[in-house]
């Protein structure tokens, strides 16, 4: 009579690490594919700039540089063109994102409010978004063109001046190439801030509406309170796009006239691509990142803070 040698089962209490460790790498495989791409396009193109910050290395045709320390902070210090830029660029960046909240909201609510051809409305106001920067500011040019542009043709058929140069006087240039920001990113808020809409019960401005409330007051009440998550999320999504914006200014001004639009990145790549000093154009575009993670940082804190005190009440 022969015995048969059975494998004894494993515990029970061995599965759950296995199956942890499962998971662990299903995770990652799903994750590598839109990881890589990231370390490759925007983290390893960090890691040089920070490394080239402290370089003098230009742009030649056999590169050869040595380790500059701090000088090219120190220089960049008293260079006042930079922070003459800087300045414009946040003027620009808040102006542009705090206008197409305010727009795109508007337009939001009008788009959510049962509108007849809401399809067809909603397709149009993508338009803006669906269309190149480069042909965006070339449409633009036209429309503020000071000989003969729709803009000035219209002013002055209503009886005002109709030689506005727009783009080319120094005190319209800058809010010319804002509201052409605001158009452009106007869309994708509008599409951000309409779905969070829908996604508030009705029930809560019925309610709102039989306790007597005005359209106001059930905005403020009701519709604002439930939006502010995402409007914290888009207004800084927002912020880093206007900041870095470049095409858009490029093409309609090129920073002109006498540096009035001159935003930070594209005086940054004049500084590169132009003079040819990458070492020094890298410590701008690090000062510039430390300059927008403080601001965000800033901003995020007092929003989570309002947020705070407000589920506190």
Partial sequence: MTATLTRPAPPAGNKKPVLARTRRREAIALVLPSLIPILVLSVAPLVVGIFLAFTDARLVRHPDYDFAGVDNFIRLAGNDLFWDSLRIGIIWTVGVTLLQLAAAMGLALLLNSGLKLQGLTRVLALIPWAMPPVVVAIMWQMIYSANGGPLNAFLGGVGL???????????????AVIVVGVWVGMPQTTVTLLAGLQQIPA??????????????????????????????????????????????????????????????????????FKNREIGYAAAMGLVLVVVVVLILAVYLRSQFRDDRAGRGR
Avoid: C, Q
């Fill in 161 to 175: 001046p109709d030689d506005i140069n727009w783009l080319g006087d120094f005190s319209t240039a800058l809010p």
């Fill in 203 to 272: 029930e809560l401005h019925e309610a709102a509406s039989v306790d007597g409330a005005g359209a106001w007051r059930r905005f403020t009440a009701v519709t604002w309170p439930s939006l502010r998550p995402i409007v914290t999320s888009i207004t800084s999504l927002n912020f880093i796009w206007n900041f870095n914006s470049f095409s858009l200014v490029y093409v309609l001004t090129a920073g002109g006239p006498g540096g009035k639009t001159m935003v930070p990145v594209l005086f940054i790549y004049l500084e590169a």
